[in-house]
């Protein structure tokens, strides 16, 4: 298995500007693990032993809701660092991750990473706006699930995974299979199916192998609206 290099660590956002010398000693000290597309990366109800970082593939934390359904709550992609709420607070992981597509997961100790947080304030503070970004996560995604319209909470899902490219065209890289949509919309993947279609047949999005190009943005928006889609 490759070995993390200081390059790898600089490559991700939370380590950004952390100085050079403390990266190679963090990096001797860190290990990689690889997951298969659906496997477990971090169980709901676990205690927290490392921060991770995913390396490469893409992961989603998912919950199970009263009936028993999974939900998704959202994405993990490259560079991001997770599971450091449970490392910071003490309690048992409050969700899962799974993942989406083979994926490795750079770990860290939890000692080195609460001494990394100790040693760098600028670190702890990009924590405090990761924490900030899960409120309002949480809060968007209880609007979804708020949504009575099955296709309004697909319309809100792709809403929120739109993000402008270079060329400043809004489009969903690597686009999460119908089933992971399907979790993070709390429906059926028939239904996301039928929507998507319904998308592409009025020129608002447009398929691009796994690419989701969104034409109209205003209209998706426009859609994702409850009483917007009856």
């Keep these: 298995m490759a070995a993390i290099t200081v390059s790898d660590l600089q490559g991700y956002p939370l380590l950004k500007d ?7 000693a963090l990096s001797s000290n860190m290990h990689m693990r690889v997951y298969d597309r659906k496997q477990v990366v971090l169980k709901k109800g676990e205690s927290a032993k490392e921060l991770m970082f995913l390396h490469s593939g893409q992961l989603q934390v998912v919950d199970t809701s009263n009936d028993g359904k999974d939900v998704g709550l959202c994405l993990i992609t490259v560079g991001s660092v997770f599971g450091h709420v449970a490392l910071i607070d003490g309690q048992p992981r409050s969700s ?11 770990c860290l100790s939890k000692a080195l990473a609460l001494k990394l947080f100790y040693d760098h304030p600028v670190v702890m503070h990009r924590l405090l706006i990761e924490f900030a970004g899960i409120i309002r996560n949480t809060n968007s995604f209880r609007s979804v699930l708020s949504q009575s319209h099955a296709g309004s909470r697909v319309f809100s899902v792709l809403a929120s995974l739109m993000q402008p490219n270079v060329a400043g065209m809004m489009t969903i890289e690597k686009m999460p299979r119908q089933q992971e949509l399907a979790i993070m ?44 889609s009856r």
Aim: proline share 3%.
């Design 96 to 106: 899962s991750v799974v993942a989406t597509q083979p994926s490795s997961v750079a």
């Design 185 to 228: 919309a709390s429906t059926s993947r028939e239904t996301v199916s039928r929507t998507i279609s319904q998308l592409i047949t009025k020129g608002i999005v447009e398929k691009d192998l796994r690419r989701l190009i969104i034409r109209q943005p205003e209209q998706l928006l426009l859609l994702a609206d409850d009483e917007g």
């Design 18 to 24: 952390v100085d050079e010398a403390y990266l190679a």
